[in-house]
């Protein structure tokens, strides 16, 4: 996992110079936000998250509402403990299905984001839970890509459906659609769609992920980012979610050394949960994402 490593260094500090107090003034309060403000900074949190972070949690450490059970410092830990929790997306969201197989799953990113292989990840975990998923590779923009899927997807134990004569090479929105058309002929009761990304955000790649949407109407819209995009990673879920209105995030990545912006910015500014937590590039290094867990090691 990311080692959110200066961040949680950083908080840890601030909470330490805090144990002494026997109780919070209101400048001890305003000397802790800003320490917190600044170490969410640095880490690239973007700053309205930031903004609207600390501001919650002056407010609440100034209340009335704080557990008289806990010391002053224990006070704050938890006041931000919950507040990361909540920035993180609050309860932990699952995977959803179609109440008809097949659900079908899109995935959405830039280039080099961890789609491939997060494709290849979640169609091993949902193998292993008893699912018989598909892997549609409708990324024909760049050359390997179909081939990489077939890698992963051998490795994983899931067919592949791949563009050949007939099944609409060259145009993505084509194989997507009888991909899914196949899965339900061959009784996949889910569907993978690996699309392809840019290295930068492009029109023509939102409007052809937003065209593969129309077409196979997923149950699912996962955005895939790097977690170690920094303070892009805002403009690049903005725009995902402007192009193609995507339903849950994965953090890929998570396993680098990451500072941890993205992954604490993307949920608040989007609106749309962490689903899962891509952390190595084994194909077991999936977890689901608890927000709560993920506060908790960010505190530890
Ligand atoms: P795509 O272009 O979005 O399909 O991205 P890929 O799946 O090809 O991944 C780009 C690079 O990142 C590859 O070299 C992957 O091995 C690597 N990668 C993907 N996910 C992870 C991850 O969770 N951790 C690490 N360390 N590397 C990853």
Same mark, same amino acid.
């Given at each position: 996992?990311? @080692?959110?490593?200066?961040?949680?260094?950083?908080?840890?500090?601030?909470?330490?110079?805090?144990?002494?107090?026997?109780?919070?003034?209101?400048? +001890?309060?305003?000397? @802790?936000?800003?320490?917190?403000?600044?170490?969410?900074?640095?880490?690239?949190?973007?700053?309205?998250?930031?903004?609207?972070?600390?501001?919650?949690?002056?407010?609440?450490?100034?209340?009335?509402?704080?557990?008289?059970?806990?010391?002053?410092? /224990?006070?704050?830990?938890?006041?931000?403990?919950?507040?990361?929790?909540?920035?993180?997306?609050?309860?932990?969201?699952?995977?959803?299905?179609?109440?008809?197989?097949?659900?079908?799953?899109?995935?959405?990113?830039?280039?080099?984001?961890?789609?491939?292989?997060?494709?290849?990840?979640?169609?091993?975990?949902?193998? +292993?839970?008893?699912?018989?998923?598909?892997?549609?590779?409708? +990324?024909?923009?760049?050359?390997?890509?179909?081939?990489?899927? /077939?890698?992963?997807?051998?490795?994983?134990?899931?067919?592949?459906?791949?563009?050949?004569?007939?099944?609409?090479?060259?145009?993505?929105?084509?194989?997507?659609?009888?991909?899914?058309?196949?899965?339900? /002929?061959?009784?996949?009761?889910?569907?993978?769609? +690996? @699309?392809?990304?840019?290295?930068?955000?492009?029109?023509?790649?939102?409007?052809?992920?937003?065209?593969?949407?129309?077409?196979?109407?997923?149950?699912?819209?996962?955005?895939?980012?790097?977690?170690?995009?920094?303070?892009?990673?805002?403009?690049?879920?903005?725009?995902?979610?402007?192009?193609?209105?995507?339903?849950?995030?994965?953090?890929?990545?998570?396993?680098?050394?990451?500072?941890?912006?993205?992954?604490?910015?993307?949920?608040?500014?989007?609106?749309?949960?962490?689903?899962?937590?891509?952390?190595?590039?084994?194909?077991?290094?999936?977890?689901?994402?608890?927000?709560?867990?993920?506060?908790?090691?960010?505190?530890?």
């Amino acid at each position: 996992m990311a @080692t959110f490593g200066t961040l949680s260094d950083r908080l840890v500090e601030t909470f330490k110079n805090l144990r002494t107090k026997g109780r919070l003034s209101a400048s +001890d309060v305003d000397g @802790t936000v800003r320490e917190i403000r600044r170490a969410l900074l640095e880490a690239d949190v973007a700053l309205e998250v930031v903004k609207k972070f600390t501001a919650d949690v002056r407010e609440r450490a100034l209340s009335d509402e704080v557990n008289k059970a806990l010391n002053p410092a /224990q006070q704050v830990v938890q006041i931000v403990n919950e507040e990361l929790v909540a920035i993180l997306g609050g309860e932990q969201r699952k995977l959803q299905f179609a109440k008809t197989p097949p659900s079908v799953i899109m995935l959405a990113g830039l280039q080099g984001s961890g789609k491939t292989t997060f494709a290849g990840k979640l169609a091993k975990k949902l193998k +292993d839970d008893g699912h018989t998923p598909l892997l549609i590779a409708a +990324d024909l923009q760049r050359p390997n890509a179909v081939n990489q899927l /077939q890698v992963v997807g051998e490795q994983a134990g899931a067919t592949v459906y791949a563009p050949e004569p007939g099944n609409g090479v060259g145009d993505p929105v084509k194989v997507a659609r009888s991909g899914v058309e196949f899965a339900r /002929q061959k009784q996949h009761d889910i569907v993978i769609i +690996d @699309t392809a990304g840019r290295l930068g955000v492009d029109e023509e790649l939102m409007k052809q992920a937003s065209k593969i949407r129309r077409a196979t109407d997923p149950d699912e819209v996962l955005f895939v980012i790097d977690s170690l995009t920094g303070q892009d990673a805002v403009n690049t879920a903005r725009a995902f979610q402007e192009g193609v209105d995507f339903t849950g995030v994965v953090l890929s990545k998570l396993d680098g050394d990451s500072k941890g912006g993205a992954a604490l910015s993307v949920a608040s500014v989007t609106g749309r949960p962490i689903i899962f937590a891509s952390n190595g590039e084994t194909l077991d290094a999936l977890e689901e994402f608890h927000p709560d867990r993920m506060a908790s090691r960010i505190l530890d």
